[in-house]
């Protein structure tokens, strides 16, 4: 089995939205959410009963020392403050506000039920691409023991630059391939219909760029000259499959027949330096060239992606 470092962007970005809004943060995975929203009323049930008891617990000592203060008070009774009519108070108040002062206990908990009640309809959307992930990551991760998947990495370069025409400074990647037979920048997408928002770039596009700040990386800070970097799309749950140059659009389970195809490019050293440079899965460097010399990289650069993303071909 492959090496798996990380775990699911998806599924961490929900979890922490999740505990911003209420969500207990003993839930750290998305299965544990899930049995926390099955088990929400009986938790509430228990929670109930928990602060009856306390509530009972506090009356028996108020009372006990009512009783105690009440002989005090009596010897003293030039006092002007009677400890045992305080007592008594408190325990008239309690008696007379019991279910308020309970209910109010109570209210943390059912505000996060009402957020997992609204879970499934509110975050729909973040929940496929989550179960997206899993689906692609199991299947990495039957990879042989050659392999190491890197998954959520993040890669910020310093400064932004013009790339396909337009600034690209960061990119999220879902997970990152590497072994004997190269790097592949992997986006997962879970979609019924073809890509139709306009504000964001399509799957295709945000593996591209992906795939080129990481081969920039690896070559200009990591000093791995002639690495290749392979944009692929997997998806998941979908008929319709994706079109865009320079980019392999695969079912999430023909990516193990894909890849035992190809050539092995790499050594073993390269592998694990690669591994070494990629395993915080946080990247921020800086490539900066004079402008002329940097023009010729990124022509190169890109012609490269495009041989070797495409295997000589558009898809």
Not at 5 to 10: D, K, L, M, P, Y
Not at 20 to 26: A, N, P, Q, T
Not at 35 to 55: C, G, M, S
Request: proline share 2%; glycine share 6%.
């Amino acid at each position: 089995m492959a090496t798996l470092i990380g775990r699911s962007g998806a599924g961490d970005d929900l979890i922490r939205k999740l505990h911003d809004m209420g969500v207990s943060r003993s839930c750290t995975t998305i299965k544990q959410v899930m049995e926390r929203r099955d088990a929400i009323d009986r938790i509430i049930a228990l929670e109930r009963e928990r602060q009856e008891r306390l509530l009972e617990r506090e009356m028996k000592m108020l009372r006990s020392g009512m009783k105690k203060y009440k002989l005090l008070d009596s010897l003293l009774f030039f006092s002007k403050n009677k400890k045992s009519e305080e007592y008594l108070k408190r325990i008239d108040h309690l008696q007379a506000n019991r279910d308020a002062i309970i209910e109010n206990s109570l209210l943390y908990l059912y505000r996060e039920k009402d957020i997992l009640d609204r879970l499934t309809r509110e975050y729909r959307s973040e929940l496929k691409g989550y179960y997206g992930e899993l689906l692609v990551l199991d299947t990495l991760e039957r990879l042989s023991d050659d392999y190491y998947v890197l998954s959520d990495v993040r890669i910020t370069r310093e400064f932004g630059h013009k790339f396909d025409g337009k600034m690209l400074k960061s990119a999220r990647v879902d997970h990152v391939v590497v072994g004997r037979k190269g790097v592949y920048c992997i986006e997962t997408k879970n979609w019924n219909l073809k890509w139709k928002n306009e504000d964001r770039p399509t799957p295709g596009e945000q593996a591209r760029r992906a795939s080129y700040l990481l081969y920039r990386y690896l070559k200009y800070t990591c000093n791995i000259p002639g690495v290749r970097v392979m944009s692929i799309v997997l998806y998941t749950n979908t008929t319709v499959k994706g079109k865009e140059d320079f980019v392999r659009f695969l079912r999430y389970e023909d990516f193990p027949a894909y890849l035992e195809a190809r050539q092995e490019i790499l050594s073993d050293d390269d592998v694990k330096k690669i591994v070494e440079c990629l395993k915080d899965r946080d990247i921020r460097f800086d490539d900066t060239l004079p402008e002329k010399e940097d023009e010729r990289e990124d022509a190169a650069a890109d012609l490269k992606l495009v041989e070797n993303a495409s295997g000589g071909e558009t898809t």
